[in-house]
Structures are given as C-alpha cells and as structure tokens.
C-alpha cells in the first residue's frame, strides 16, 4: 500500500498552542480535585514536583527532536539509539500510553457535561472520542486551528478560576502535610504527573512543523514554562478557595471554586470552559498518538495497513480509527484516577527510555549532528537526564503507592 508524506504547515506558535492546549486539557479541569485528596493543602507543591520533572524531560526530548525531527517522536529516537526492537516496542508504549490517557480524558469531559445534562457517565465519554475522531480526520490545519481556538478558551477558564478564589488567597496553611505525610504530597505529585502529559506530544508533529530542528526546542520550553506557572497558582487557588477534604470529592472542582463567589452563573461557565479544555486534549492526544502508528506503520510488517494517509485530507484514518476503537474500550473502566495512573506507568517508561536514550547516543554516536544540546554535562553525559531519570523513578514509585492507596 502506498504511503503519503505529511506537509510542513505548523510554525512555532502552533507548536506551542498545541503543547500548551494539550497540557492543559483534563489534568487540571478533572483531577486537581483527586490530587488535593492525596497532597492536602501541600497541592502546589506536588504540582510543582511534577512540573520540574516534566521540564527536565523535556530537555532530553529537545535534544531528540532536534537531531531526530521525525513525526515517530520517541519510536524514532529508542530506535536509533537502542535498536529496531526497543524503538517498536516503546512505539507501542506511546501509542498505549496515548490511548489510555485519551480515556482518562473522556471520563473528565464526562464528569463536567453529566453537571449540564444528566446521562451516564460511561456514554458520554465514548460519545466525546467519537466526536474528537471526526475533528482529526478533518486535517492537520483544520485541527491545529480549533487546538489554538480551544486553548485560548481553557486558559481563559483558568485564569477566571484563580480570579474568583483570589479573596481567599493566604487563608489556610500551605505547609500543612497532610495525613499521610510527605508520603502524601509525593503520590499526588505522581498523579498530578498525568496533568503535564502533552508536552511531548508536540514533537509528534515534527514532520509537520517548519524548521522543526529549531522551532519544536523552542515550543517545548515556552509551552512547559507556561503551565508551569499557571498550574502552580491554581493549585493554590484551589485548596484557598475550598477545603481540600471537599475538593478530593467533586468531579467538577474547578466549577465548585468560581461557584462559590459567583454562583450557578460562574460555575456554568466553568463548565462549558471544562468541556472545551477536555475536548482539546483528547484531539491533541489522538492526533499525536496516530503520528507515532503511522510512522511504526511504514517500518513494521505486520503494521502496514495503518500507514495510509488520505491524501486530500493528510490524515491517518486506519490510525486515528484504532486510537477511537480502543480509547473507548479503556474509557469503560470508568475510574478516573484509576485511569490517570495507569496512564503515568506508560509515560514513565516513555521518559525513562527517552532520558536513557539520549545518554546512550552521547556515548555512541558522539558526532551526531545536535542542532539543541543539554547544557550541564560531566564527561559529555548531560546531568540534566540522569536527574530526570531519577525523579521518574520516584514518581513511578509513588504511583504505585497511588493505585494502592485509591
């Protein structure tokens, strides 16, 4: 079956409107509330724990992007540093890992959209990823339009959030551990995790991107600073305005804050912000992992028929269709943090092979052509990727601690 190439229609504010929307989407909108249940008042520091370990992954997907501007992502860079083999399989990884999460978005679009309309849970999720499917096979323009609309919209929502439990600010302890210690505030910086993925997905689009050896470096960084600070201060926001006991108990916590000062009228609003954010990242994780199945499909065999791409459209259907059919089976489950943490076990490994990854070339392939390189290196081995391997092991920890504990 004949292949098509993708076109390079994206610059750099696409890229960083796509990281930013496809961040921002469910893990602040849907678990802020379950992340509050295991950290307490101490949230902004698991969001915050996160959110660095996240940024020093993100350096090593910078390197890799840059000296590997492939639409693959990370199969391409496992591939060329640790072999066909490990690149296939953690090709799969990504792919699950992007199916799963899609699934543990759906739940959040449900739990906002159930607050407007009373039907059940496990018919709206699937009913969104249909929906999202649709958008996808439009077209990468199309679709990179409505991701930049839709992410203008969910940071707007945001930054209402922190607007009405502003008055609250400073009126609880956030030093306070909570009852499980700092055992607590690590395994909600394990789940929280789940609210980051999305950066990596930008590099997804590097055959789509102009100059992707410059422009997907720079997206990951401004779009990883971004949300680290707007998290950060709706964490905060958000144990102010509401007692974290409260907020471990909603499925719609961020409504629950601007209801507070602005009632029925404020929170409707959140909501309806809610669905857009939802919406935005499971376009943006569907897209991304359909990327990542096409280019597994042009190498592997028994893969073949999921690299077509619809010429007129530029879209991979045979993949997006797989993403739709299977998301929706995981989305079933029907548990969201349950959900949310399975999917952090498969981006953990994502990162810790992407993080190994880059080593691994500094020592093999030192003449390797590295349009970014991490700064801080002993020996050439970059510092910045051991620390990052590191903390992913601890949070990997704590996840299971997290399923444990749930």
Do not use: H
Request: aromatic share 10%; glycine share 8%.
């Amino acid at each position: 079956m004949p292949t098509q190439k993708l076109k390079r229609t994206l610059g750099l504010a696409e890229c960083v409107f796509f990281g930013v929307g496809s961040i921002l989407g469910a893990g602040i909108y849907a678990l802020v509330g379950k992340v509050a249940g295991f950290g307490g008042n101490m949230i902004w520091l698991a969001f915050l724990i996160a959110s660095v370990t996240a940024l020093l992954s993100a350096f090593s997907y910078a390197e890799m992007s840059a000296a590997f501007p492939k639409a693959g992502g990370e199969y391409v860079y496992a591939k060329n540093a640790l072999g066909k083999k490990a690149g296939i399989i953690l090709g799969f990884i990504i792919s699950l890992n992007g199916i799963i999460s899609g699934a543990t978005v759906s739940l959040g679009f449900a739990g906002y959209f159930t607050r407007l309309i009373e039907l059940p849970l496990l018919a709206v999720a699937p009913g969104i990823l249909v929906l999202v499917f649709l958008v996808n096979i439009s077209g990468i323009r199309q679709s990179s339009i409505i991701n930049i609309i839709f992410t203008v919209i969910e940071t707007g929502g945001l930054l209402f959030v922190i607007y009405a439990a502003f008055p609250d600010l400073g009126k609880v302890d956030y030093l306070e551990l909570p009852p499980s210690g700092f055992n607590g505030v690590l395994a909600a910086a394990a789940l929280s995790y789940f609210a980051y993925l999305g950066f990596e997905e930008i590099v997804k689009l590097a055959e789509e991107t102009k100059k992707p050896e410059k422009n997907i470096p720079k997206a990951l960084f401004i779009a990883s600073a971004i949300v680290m600070v707007v998290y950060t201060l709706v964490a905060i926001c958000a144990v102010s305005a509401i007692p974290w006991q409260e907020l471990s108990e909603s499925d719609s916590p961020l409504a629950d804050i601007v209801s507070n000062r602005f009632g029925k009228t404020g929170a409707l609003v959140i909501v309806i912000i809610a669905l857009f954010s939802t919406s935005n990242t499971i376009l943006s994780n569907m897209m991304g992992s359909s990327r990542v199945i096409l280019s597994m499909a042009k190498e592997v065999s028994f893969m073949k028929w999921f690299s077509w791409v619809w010429a007129s459209r530029q879209t991979p259907v045979p993949a997006l269709l797989l993403i739709l059919l299977v998301t929706s089976a995981f989305s079933l489950i029907g548990k969201i943090e349950t959900v949310a943490l399975i999917a952090n076990f498969s981006i953990f490994i994502t990162f810790l092979l992407v993080n190994t990854s880059v080593i691994v070339l500094r020592i093999t392939n030192k003449n390797l052509k590295r349009p970014f390189r991490i700064p801080g290196n002993i020996k050439n081995i970059p510092v910045i990727s051991v620390c990052a391997i590191l903390l992913t092991l601890l949070l990997t920890a704590y996840t299971i601690y997290g399923l444990l504990n749930t």
